[in-house]
């Protein structure tokens, strides 16, 4: 029933590798009474012996689908997912489709494999391969961490496996569950350095982080080393990036603008903050496009999207920014389209290193009611036989916040 008490047209029901025995009465009543049932092959084959309507496989891609599903309200229709369809399912999309649809839930492949294990699902951090890249991984890869991961086909085990060891990843415990809930589950488990099975096409990791010696572990922190990053010296150096993001100040879901973005640093960092973030740097020269690309995908935020355009005249036509960074190539029109870009509570952030462009910002600062920082730091760097401190060229930051 819909939230008003009209009958609901379109339920959503979860099924597991046990099938139809696994449904509770009321999903076996949906089932039997609807006039179409949607799902992948494989769901349309556990709950044949309950389907009464026309069984529908998905076409590929899925969302060719739709418009013919839409098109059957308000005739009764089933969409059979995978246990929860609102864990990494289609559950989410549906329902932006149609709001208020029913949805009755079979336990997720996690909370399986939480039972499974004795792990609290809470202390595990979960990720999905199915139609999503690897790299995303990477983040994840801390000390003692718990992951649970669904597979994408019966590779994606060995890939994983792959990437760990050449992370310095290999002493990490890998679990391989196969077809959980059904009568071919299977558990197996050995470390990322031995591992050599041969799963089926249906299965899920969970992984037992251990950490090698000089394994490379992106810290929590802003400010990754410069040497994470490939880079041509176009960079916006660590000390200045840690400064550089705390100003920015990047909170969940938001989007940056990465204006002049280099080798992609600061961008990468501010999509490191939180997996819902967004960025879009703007580099004109395609060799730093691409660089900054290989640097997003080897640091797990390969949604970083570049274009490679200058500015002011690049920026037509982008989603509206939360944020903006200015590292290079700033002047009156770069910082004006910027600013006008910002909705009320954006922060623009740039930085510079040339008297034109902190000229710029003295006269500038005062109409947008921004704070000014010199930036300065020495480093220690060999004297013929002794050592002393090296100056580096200071660095003037504008900061502002949009009434």
């Not at 098109?71 to 229709?77: F, K, N, S």
């Not at 969970?206 to 394994?215: C, Q, R």
């Not at 640093?265 to 020269?285: C, F, K, Q, T, Y």
């Not at 190539?329 to 008297?355: E, I």
Request: proline share 7%; charged share 15%.
């Amino acid at each position: 029933m819909t939230r008003d008490g009209s009958p609901q047209w379109l339920a959503v029901l979860g099924i597991g590798e046990d099938g139809v025995e696994g449904l509770s009465p009321a999903a076996q009543a949906l089932l039997r009474g609807a006039a179409v049932v949607y799902g992948g092959r494989r769901h349309l084959a556990l709950a044949a012996g309950l389907i009464g309507g026309e069984a529908r496989a998905w076409a590929s891609p899925m969302e060719d689908s739709y418009a013919a599903l839409l098109a059957e309200a308000p005739r009764p229709v089933v969409v059979l997912a995978s246990g929860d369809p609102f864990c990494f399912g289609v559950g989410s999309v549906l329902a932006r489709l149609v709001p208020g649809l029913l949805c009755i839930p079979a336990p997720s492949a996690f909370a399986l494999a939480c039972a499974r294990l004795g792990w609290a699902m809470q202390d595990c951090a979960t990720v999905s391969f199915c139609g999503r890249p690897l790299a995303a991984l990477r983040p994840l890869l801390q000390p003692g961490a718990r992951i649970l991961a669904l597979s994408a086909d019966a590779a994606t085990p060995a890939a994983v496996a792959a990437l760990l060891r050449d992370g310095g990843f290999g002493p990490t415990r890998m679990h391989v569950l196969e077809a959980l809930g059904g009568a071919n589950e299977r558990i197996g488990s050995t470390t990322a350095a031995e591992f050599a099975a041969t799963p089926g096409a249906l299965n899920m990791l969970a992984l037992e982080v251990v950490v090698a010696p000089g394994a490379r572990v992106i810290p929590l922190a802003a400010g990754l080393p410069d040497a994470f990053f490939e880079h041509d010296g176009q960079i916006t150096r660590s000390e200045i990036r840690a400064m550089t993001l705390a100003a920015l100040a990047p909170r969940q879901g938001e989007l940056l603008w990465d204006i002049g973005c280099g080798s992609g640093s600061v961008s990468i960092e501010w999509l490191l903050r939180h997996p819902a973030n967004m960025a879009i740097g703007l580099e004109r020269n395609a060799a730093r496009a691409a660089r900054a690309a290989r640097n997003a995908l080897a640091l797990g935020v390969p949604r970083l999207q570049l274009v490679q355009a200058a500015a002011p005249g690049g920026l037509a036509g982008l989603p509206p920014p939360d944020a903006v960074f200015i590292g290079g190539g700033c002047d009156g029109a770069v910082l004006d389209a910027a600013w006008a870009a910002l909705s009320p509570g954006g922060r623009l952030v740039a930085n510079a290193v040339t008297v034109e462009t902190e000229a710029l910002f003295l006269a500038r600062h005062a109409g947008f009611g921004a704070r000014l920082t010199r930036i300065a730091l020495s480093r220690m760097d060999a004297v013929g036989t002794r050592h002393g401190f090296r100056p580096g060229m200071a660095v003037t930051q504008f900061v502002a916040v949009k009434p």
